[in-house]
């Protein structure tokens, strides 16, 4: 399937859903790109792991980004089974009280690595079972990730 057939499926189903075009000197894989709003993402992920054209059985990884002045959570999907790939971009504007709706309920890999970009930026999943720290101890103050943490001695420096 083609990004252009990729996408042609997304929007039938998401209409108001756009590709992110790519920067011009920008250098990128096949993958198609597309800008999620939060309130879709969960329906949009149980639609592209279930629907068997698309059948999007590997969530190869979750990061985020601090753009500083909003967050952006980045989803990379692969199909084993057809050989296309997805990336999916949440834009969070709120930074005094980021939250994305978890996928871990579709992808199990997204367990850990949602916990790790709450650790480490602060950004919320919603739903998700455990959302905890997992790197840092429980006690640390602030998210290291961010633009805007100031780091300051403690007892493990």
């Known amino acids: 399937m083609t990004t252009q057939e990729l996408l042609t499926s997304i929007q039938a189903k998401f209409p108001g859903l756009q ?74 504007e709120d930074r005094a009280k980021p939250e994305v709706p978890s996928i871990a309920t579709l992808w199990p890999t997204a367990d850990w690595q949602e916990r ?17 720290r997992i790197l840092l101890p429980d006690d640390w103050e602030g998210y290291p990730l961010r633009k805007d943490y100031v780091a300051k001695p403690d007892r493990y420096d």
């Not at 198609?32 to 592209?48: G, I, K, N, T």
């Not at 790790?116 to 905890?132: K, P, Q, S, T």
């Open 19 to 92: 590709e992110i075009p790519k920067v011009q000197g920008q250098v990128r894989g096949d993958e198609l790109y597309v800008a999620v709003p939060a309130d879709q993402l969960v329906e949009l992920c149980r639609f592209l792991r279930f629907d068997p054209p698309l059948s999007f059985d590997f969530l190869s990884f979750v990061t985020s980004t601090d753009w500083k002045t909003h967050f952006e959570v980045v989803y990379y999907l692969v199909s084993t089974l057809h050989k296309h790939k997805l990336v999916l971009k949440v834009k969070v």
């Open 116 to 132: 790790e970009i709450f650790d480490l930026m602060g950004i919320r999943f919603a739903g998700h079972y455990n959302m905890r």
